[in-house]
């Protein structure tokens, strides 16, 4: 079928960062394919555990919250969750852990595969409802269980008490891990991988930080589709490079005068939350469609960790966005407002997500006062496509819209 | 010169037609879903009775729910800015309004030139609309105009603790069967609208002068109840359920000014 489509499409640029991301993004799963095909043991990773320690000890790991995402922007979603609901979990739990525990279950999921697991290993530095997930898989499966506990953090620095926790949890979780798979822990090793977090890492913030340039040399929802990557591969040579393209990319559309953001840039605004995979379209072209760029996002810098030692990344981990206190998020999302000259907010309120979304509401009323931009807030779900309203996003969006527009002195044209 | 605006809403289709941005030549109400005929024919009633023609509108503006299926505008917005700025034209001192229609509920505050500085909408559930006192209405065989003067009867309120239509609809029956009078129901039940909408009120703050608009506002019961709740005087206006398309005809005569059209 795909003959006729791809006649008809430019051949994408082998040396363009987006394919060489979208490669690295298929081959994170058919690296664990074949792995699991040579008989190695393959694991199932949260996304926020220090991936510096599976890929120090060469093991193949992947990503069920990357997966749940990749299957519900494919339509799937509803039918995984409806399937998890059928054997009695709630439709109020995390879409992820639903579509998760429906593919453990059917071992089969057309829209994106991976291999079962031979371990999981659980961080609840994003949330507590990933334990009990990855516990029933590990249950289920009869499988070990790697977990950290990384506390959620009240304070703006991490102590010295935590990252001594930290520290003791991940050694524990190293020696764990070479029992049980057999390989072995190598310091030299792990400088290489650390080294290519941080250059990963590096290029991906300062790439996500072009959207400082007025226009801005991408459109937002790039990054969404592009932090795939440095969830799964941020240790891999091939990820640094194709950062390093990125942000390469970036700087020259800058140069040029050029984006990736077709159309006139009118508005700029930051999106809160968890992109609504399954209705990835609609509310990209709800904001395309009014000149609305949305330029920056936590969640896309969520992903870049630099740090330069085994302390550092403790503390690094222990500093990722739901991790950390109210007043610590709302003075990064500030920055990253003001910093790439936003002006509005368009908070997702996640029904999947309760950590998130539970303390949205006072935090984005805090930056809408700081900044001095409206704030908006719409209804939806990461993966399950049932807790989406088209029309009540769109009126939402074109409110914003005015608002904007009204603050610019002007008179909007709406929607003609 | 007259312009035109429609509102077409979840339930009603509303068309007002202005002359000169002042004078309300005529306005229709429609009871018709989107989708169907309601808006020609709101727009049709709205021209008989002015006798105006068509031709003669100027510049049309549409909003609300169904906004975008309507061919015959020049301008759509949303029905968020169109009830600012009907408000505003009705009550310059406005700061905070309160629109409960069909499907949503919604709260907008006005900063002193009366344009929109913020807003929240309900969530994706009907809890808080028109929606819920249809429901209700219908429970209690009561037509939705009698709510009101039930309302005004009532001795003892009854509390109406879910703010689910779908929760509070069995609860509703389970005290009508233990013999909660009906006058006592209707009141816990436009209090049970007013708490949910003042939640939302709270949440872009209270800042008089506070106006309710949209269809609901007509209902004292729940203007009683929402005033108690947010202990403010609320102002309301008799073309309440027509503010939006009030706000798109006066913004349709604006933009034909401004932009010298
Ligand atoms: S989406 Fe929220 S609830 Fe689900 S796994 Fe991620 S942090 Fe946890």
Redesign the interface.
Same mark, same amino acid.
């Given at each position: 079928m795909g003959e006729e489509v791809k006649k008809k499409r430019p051949a994408p640029d082998p040396n363009s960062a987006k394919y060489k991301l979208g490669q690295i993004a298929a081959k994170a799963y058919s690296d664990c394919m074949e792995a699991k095909a040579r008989g190695e043991m393959v694991g199932w990773c949260a996304s926020n555990f220090p991936v510096e320690i599976p890929e120090t000890l060469g093991l193949s790991v992947c990503y069920p919250e990357n997966q749940a995402a990749a299957i519900a922007a494919r339509g799937g979603g509803e039918r995984m969750c409806s399937e998890s609901e059928g054997d009695g979990y709630s439709n109020d739990l995390c879409a992820y852990a639903r579509v998760s525990l429906a593919y453990m279950k059917l071992k089969d999921a057309p829209e994106q595969n991976m291999p079962m697991p031979d371990f999981v290993l659980c961080c609840n530095n994003i949330c507590n409802c990933m334990i009990k997930w990855y516990e029933n898989i590990a249950r289920e499966l009869d499988i070990p269980m790697i977990m950290i506990d990384i506390p959620f953090n009240p304070d703006y620095e991490v102590s010295d008490a935590e990252t001594e926790y930290i520290r003791a949890q991940f050694w524990g979780a190293i020696h764990q891990l070479e029992k049980i798979t057999g390989k072995k822990w190598s310091d030299e090793r792990y400088k290489e991988v650390m080294e290519i977090s941080g250059r990963s890492s590096r290029a991906w913030l300062a790439a996500t930080s072009c959207a400082k340039y007025l226009p801005s040399p991408f459109n937002g929802f790039d990054l969404l589709n592009h932090m795939a990557v440095m969830v799964t591969a941020r240790g891999k040579k091939e990820a640094a490079e194709a950062m390093e393209t990125l942000l390469k990319e970036y700087e020259d559309n800058h140069e040029k005068g050029d984006s990736t953001y077709h159309g006139e840039e009118k508005y700029r605004i930051m999106f809160e939350g968890i992109a609504c995979w399954p209705w990835l379209r609609v509310t990209s072209t709800g904001l395309k469609s009014r000149g609305i760029n949305m330029v920056t996002t936590i969640y896309a810098d969520a992903f870049g960790f630099i740090y330069d030692d085994f302390d550092g990344m403790c503390r690094a981990y222990a500093r990722v966005p739901n991790a950390m206190n109210l007043e610590l998020s709302r003075d990064k999302r500030i920055k990253l407002c003001k910093d790439n000259h936003v002006e509005g907010l368009l908070v997702h309120?996640n029904r999947s997500c309760k950590l998130w979304s539970g303390f949205m !509401?006072e935090m984005s009323?805090q930056i &809408?006062r700081a900044c001095d931009i409206? *704030? *908006? /807030?719409f209804?939806g779900d990461q993966a399950d496509p049932r807790?989406? /309203?088209e !029309?009540?996003y769109d009126?939402?969006v074109? &409110?914003l819209m005015?608002?904007m527009e !009204?603050n610019k002195g002007g008179? /909007?044209?709406?929607?003609? | 010169m007259f312009t035109l605006g429609v509102d077409i809403g979840s339930t009603t289709a509303k068309a007002v037609i202005l002359k000169d941005g002042k004078d309300i030549v005529s306005s229709s109400i429609v009871v018709a879903t989107v989708g169907t005929d309601g808006v020609s024919r709101a727009m049709e009633n709205a021209l008989r009775e002015s006798g105006v023609r068509r031709e003669e509108i100027r510049f049309t503006?549409a909003t609300g729910?169904g906004?975008?299926t309507f061919a015959g505008a020049? @301008?759509? @917005?949303?029905? @968020?800015?169109c009830h600012a700025v009907g408000v505003h034209r009705e009550f310059g001192d406005v700061r905070t309004v309160i629109d409960i229609g069909g499907q %949503?509920a919604k709260v907008l505050s006005l900063n002193e030139e009366g #344009? +929109?500085?913020?807003?929240? +909408?309900n %969530?994706?559930c009907a809890a808080g609309t028109g929606r819920f006192l249809d429901v209700m209405a219908n429970i209690l065989h009561l037509d939705i105009s009698q709510l009101e003067v039930e309302a005004a009867r009532a001795v003892h309120p009854a509390n109406i603790s879910s703010t689910c239509t779908v929760f509070a609809e069995s609860e509703v029956i389970s005290q009508l069967a233990s013999g909660v009078r009906i006058p006592d129901l209707v009141a816990g039940i436009c209090q049970s609208v007013a708490a949910r909408v003042a939640s939302l009120v709270k #949440?872009v703050g209270v800042r008089e002068q506070v106006c309710m608009s949209g269809g609901v506002a007509r209902n004292a019961g729940v203007r009683n109840a929402m005033e108690k709740e947010l202990g403010v005087r609320i102002v309301y206006s008799e073309h309440a359920q027509l503010m939006g398309a009030l706000g798109a005809a006066l913004y349709a005569y604006?933009?034909v000014q401004? %932009?010298n059209l």
């Open positions: 309120t !509401a009323r &809408g409206p *704030v *908006v /807030s209804d807790n989406f /309203s !029309a009540q009126t939402r074109q &409110g005015e608002i !009204a008179r /909007s044209d709406g929607n003609r | 503006v729910y906004r975008k020049d @301008l759509q @917005l949303s029905e @968020l800015t %949503d #344009r +929109m500085a913020n807003f929240v +909408m %969530d994706k #949440r604006d933009k401004n %932009d």
